[in-house]
């Protein structure tokens, strides 16, 4: 649950349980074991065709929603249910409520159920005196901590068996031990008392099926079995989006889902429910059953361009199972009731912008929840979107307004770094570091040393290289971004020799400004617009083969964002689109397209490490050709644990979070410690500057490079 | 030609249902007969201990109300509902002359628990070594719900490869209204203690599966 009234106390909130060593622990085995566990359930299938198949059935059911649910509730009310439309949660609420009157239901046995988490079911049945018992073992663990769940699939993943054992001690009377598998017997006798005096069961359901008004749960426990056969009433609450055409779409989602929330081929029960079933308990021996199926800002969302793919979510959860955010600070705190990066999403519309206005800031862009997505929702995009929706709606925080300003304008802008380089003569060292912070908003940065701005930036420096390529065989346009031009201009050094000495003819357009990431990361849309255009324009009239930048996530904001950024005009999207088309990491040019093999370098086999940026593995997917790069350069290559995990920089995100950034930062760097390497690679100024600063903070002697550096001082020359 | 096709594809079938079953906990085991079945069922009651008159849980300390619901169960039993009738005399003979009651109604007189269900699969889902159960009355889906230990016969030419091949049947089923039908998968599971793994949260403890020629 999300309570937190401003930023800074939303970050205090994060400190604790930055501070809470069982959570982290926890979160930290679970996010190493979830990947592998996952990856064995879908060693057999392409996963991205069932992805696709997913988010195709279910693309499919938003022209159609409305006939649909009429279809549903047609076959539904054929077959003995009673089905109902709720358009928010307190009609929901107030349908069961009735409901349970009408029956004179007065105990009522629930299993899992996010909607009914979303609607606050639970407080308004208390609130009518009724009784409600969660029997799912992880909810009613939560229930009787009067706390929301932390994950959507494992509520209670934020507590230990000791926590729990004295629960249930409070529960029971009797001194219980903390044995989980006693633990877990205590649950099934108290929760089998529950069921059997229960009046009313209530369930979620994970499908609606429309062809045969059938409902689909999904379960491990078996408690839903019993809470739809036991009590002679039945209440199912869903959400518009569980509606699918047929039983064949529901089994493409059944495929994935287990597999990706847990790494299960397919949960211990699947119950599929038609119509008003026998039940010996009830007067005409028949279940008194309801389907309430809600909107509650669906439909809204259905009929929105960029939102309506929040239809595709599974809620398997794995976007919170991935999240470095997730990892760090749990699920109170990345997200309210929905947890991980669809949570930051869901918020908005169900509870509104105010319970979404700090956590939604809470997104490192890596793009992580994106690649592992069920239903393959551009997750960063949207949580972006909501941002910058809260922001034109709320008003624009002054940083971010700021920076808007004066990045619109290109030549401010590079004066304003250019000048940075004077403010901080008195606090820089000597060695390409700030010895102190110069800036109060930085205060809390001390984690990691920040670099000094370049004395001579690379558009400066550019002009002076000496290109004597002849007959080049190719041409490349240069795309620096600010951090390597203004800050490590050495980087883009490095690849020009290497480009150069590979006969390639190279162009730097001056008019190329920064990419705008740091923008759209703000909530900055208009201006993030608006730097694109200039962008796509400073390279139009040059004639190159490629373009080509060092930093991953330039490379994938040109390729990915520029073409949606600017779509309203067709014109403008054609030119847009010849440009994205050359764009290419440094990486992928170096490997792929030079063809750079290990008799191009004379290498001194030092022990080396590769950290890979976000944007690079998953913004790009491109994995093997800086790992091949490094090896064929003659390093000794040396595989870091979970290298394809954010190191926390995320442009601001790291300013805005700073504790969040160290807390990342620190596990990278233990891993990378661990591989006992001299030098650590990566294909992107921002983690260099992020890398650089934490491990001179360590006082460690690794050094840390761009890939195109160590390529460069080990190539051959004359060949 | 196509007879042993359809043997080897059998055979391919039923050895993915029977591999991926037991990565879930479930006990497979081949028998010849029918009757060997019902013998494999008396002797999990009584040699392998899975009928006791104690259930489950019922030797921890529990509040009042749970404690007294332990109570309900007095005898070891065995529930066979919707059995075809031939051979649930068959079991119930057997039961007999171990002393142990068998029954195929009357599961809401034990809701506390029961020791053995004993059901036939309609089919069977060899990609993810599942159990299909149409189940549309009570008592076979409380047999199958409160049994401490279920045991499943499964003919082995109902196995199909994955769920979509399972789509035709499952849809008749559907179209029967009302009805309830049960996909089951190994043990009922748990892992919301700090991830750890624990069987036998509200469903059966132990899953047995009877792999049975026709
Ligand atoms: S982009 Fe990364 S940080 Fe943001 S929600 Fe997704 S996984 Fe979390
Ligand atoms: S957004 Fe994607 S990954 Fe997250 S819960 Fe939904 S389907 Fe799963």
Redesign the interface.
């Known amino acids: 649950m999300q309570d937190a009234k401003n930023l800074k106390e939303y970050r205090k909130e994060m400190q604790e349980s930055l501070d809470n060593t069982f959570l982290r622990k926890a979160l930290d085995t679970f996010a190493v074991t979830y990947r592998a566990s996952r990856a064995r359930a879908f060693a057999e299938f392409d996963v991205d065709q069932l992805v696709a198949d997913v988010a195709e059935a279910k693309d499919a059911v938003l022209p159609r929603l409305h006939e649909l649910f009429l279809e549903f509730k047609k076959n539904a009310e054929a077959a003995g249910v009673k089905v109902h439309f709720a358009k928010d949660a307190d009609e929901a609420n107030a349908l069961i409520v009735d409901i349970a009157r009408q029956t004179g239901s007065k105990k009522i046995i629930k299993s899992k159920s996010m909607t009914a988490e979303e609607t606050l079911l639970n407080h308004a049945l208390e609130d009518h005196g009724l009784e409600v018992t969660e029997t799912d073992l992880g909810e009613w663990i939560i229930q009787l901590r009067h706390e929301g769940p932390s994950h959507m699939v494992m509520p209670a993943i934020h507590l230990s068996r000791y926590q729990v054992g004295d629960l249930f001690t409070d529960v029971t009377g009797a001194k219980q031990e903390p044995d989980i598998e006693k633990l877990v017997k205590v649950a099934r006798r108290e929760l089998r008392s529950k069921f059997v005096e229960a009046d009313m069961g209530i369930t979620g359901a994970n499908f609606a099926i429309a062809d045969t008004g059938t409902i689909g749960l999904v379960t491990n426990e078996g408690n839903a079995r019993l809470v739809t056969t036991l009590p002679p009433v039945h209440v199912a609450l869903m959400g518009i989006d569980k509606l699918v055409p047929s039983l064949t779409d529901a089994l493409k989602i059944l495929k994935v889902l287990p597999r990706n929330a847990t790494g299960q081929n397919i949960t211990s029960y699947v119950t599929w429910i038609t119509g008003a079933n026998e039940c010996l308990s009830a007067t005409n021996k028949k279940k008194d059953i309801h389907f309430i199926v809600l909107d509650n800002g669906r439909l809204e969302m259905a009929k929105d361009p960029l939102f309506s793919q929040v239809f595709r979510c599974v809620r398997c959860g794995a976007c919170a199972n991935v999240c470095p955010v997730y990892r760090l600070v749990g699920g109170h705190k990345m997200g309210h009731i929905y947890i991980g990066a669809i949570g930051l999403i869901l918020t908005y519309f169900f509870h509104g912008p105010e319970k979404a206005k700090n956590i939604v800031q809470n997104c490192i862009n890596c793009e992580a929840c994106k690649d592992i997505c069920a239903g393959g929702i551009d997750l960063p995009r949207l949580i972006k979107q909501v941002h910058v929706r809260i922001q034109d709606k709320e008003g624009h925080p002054l940083p971010s307004l700021l920076l808007g300003q004066v990045m619109k304008n290109r030549k401010l802008f590079h004066t304003l770094l250019r000048t940075a380089k004077w403010a901080q003569k008195p606090v820089a060292g000597n060695d390409g570091f700030m010895r102190h912070l110069p800036m109060m908003f930085f205060k809390e940065h001390d984690f990691k040393a920040l670099p000094t701005v370049a004395e001579k930036p690379f558009r400066d420096r550019f002009t002076e290289l000496r290109q004597d390529v002849k007959n080049p065989r190719l041409r490349v346009g240069l795309f620096s971004g600010c951090v390597q031009d203004f800050v490590y201009p050495e980087q883009m050094e490095a690849a020009f020799q290497l480009f150069a000495d590979s006969n390639v003819a190279m162009t730097f357009p001056m008019a190329q400004s920064c990419c705008g990431l740091p923008l759209q990361m703000m909530g900055e849309a208009k201006t993030s617009r608006d730097v694109a255009m200039q962008n796509v324009r400073a390279f139009e009239k040059e004639n190159v083969d490629y373009i080509i930048t060092l930093c991953a996530s330039c490379a994938s904001h040109l390729k990915h964002n520029y073409p949606v950024l600017l779509a309203d005009d067709p014109k403008i999207l054609e030119k847009t689109l010849a440009f994205t088309a050359k764009v290419m990491d440094f990486s992928s040019f170096a490997h792929d397209i030079l063809g750079l093999k290990e008799q191009d370098f004379a290498g001194d086999g030092k022990p080396a490490t590769f950290h890979s940026p976000c944007h690079l593995c998953r913004g790009l997917g491109v994995h093997d050709a800086p790992r091949d790069l490094i090896k064929a350069a003659g390093l000794d290559y040396r595989e870091a644990d979970e290298s394809e995990v954010c190191c926390g920089f995320g442009g601001t995100f790291s300013a805005k979070f700073p504790e969040l950034s160290e807390a990342h930062l620190n596990k990278k760097l233990d891993n990378v410690e661990k591989t006992g390497a001299e030098v650590l690679l990566t294909d992107c100024p921002g983690c260099v500057m992020q890398l650089k600063g934490g491990l001179k903070k360590r006082g460690s002697k690794i050094v840390v490079q761009h890939t195109a550096e160590a390529l460069a001082a080990r190539r051959k020359k004359g060949n | 030609m196509t007879m042993i096709l359809d043997k080897d594809r059998q055979t391919a079938l039923t050895s993915r249902f029977s591999e991926?079953a037991r990565?879930?906990s479930a006990f497979v085991t081949e028998v010849a007969s029918f009757d060997e079945a019902l013998a494999y069922t008396v002797d999990l009651c009584g040699k392998q201990g899975a009928c006791r008159i104690r259930i489950?849980?019922?030797e921890?300390?529990?509040?009042p109300?749970?404690?007294?619901?332990?109570e309900l169960k007095q005898e070891k039993i065995v529930a066979a509902p919707g059995l075809d009738p031939v051979l649930y005399d068959r079991l119930l003979a057997h039961c007999a002359a171990n002393g142990f009651s068998c029954i195929k109604s009357g599961m809401?007189s034990y809701?506390?628990?029961i020791d053995i269900g004993f059901t036939v699969a309609d089919l069977a889902i060899a990609?993810?070594?599942?159990l299909v159960i149409n189940c549309?009355?009570?008592?076979l889906?409380?047999a199958?719900?409160l049994s401490e230990y279920h045991v499943c016969v499964v003919h082995r030419s109902t196995i199909v490869e994955d769920?979509?091949a399972a789509?035709q049947h499952?849809?008749k089923?559907?179209?029967k209204?009302?009805?309830?039908?049960?996909?089951?998968?190994?043990?009922?599971?748990?892992?919301?203690?700090?991830?750890?793994l624990?069987l036998?949260?509200?469903?059966?403890l132990e899953l047995h599966i009877l792999l049975l020629e026709d």
């Open positions: 991926k990565a879930v489950s849980g019922c921890e300390h529990l509040s109300p749970a404690d007294a619901l332990c809401r809701l506390s628990g990609e993810t070594g599942t549309p009355g009570e008592e889906r409380l199958t719900m769920a979509f789509d499952m849809l089923y559907l179209r209204t009302p009805d309830y039908t049960a996909f089951i998968t190994g043990a009922s599971r748990t892992a919301d203690i700090e991830r750890v624990a036998g949260v509200h469903g059966p």
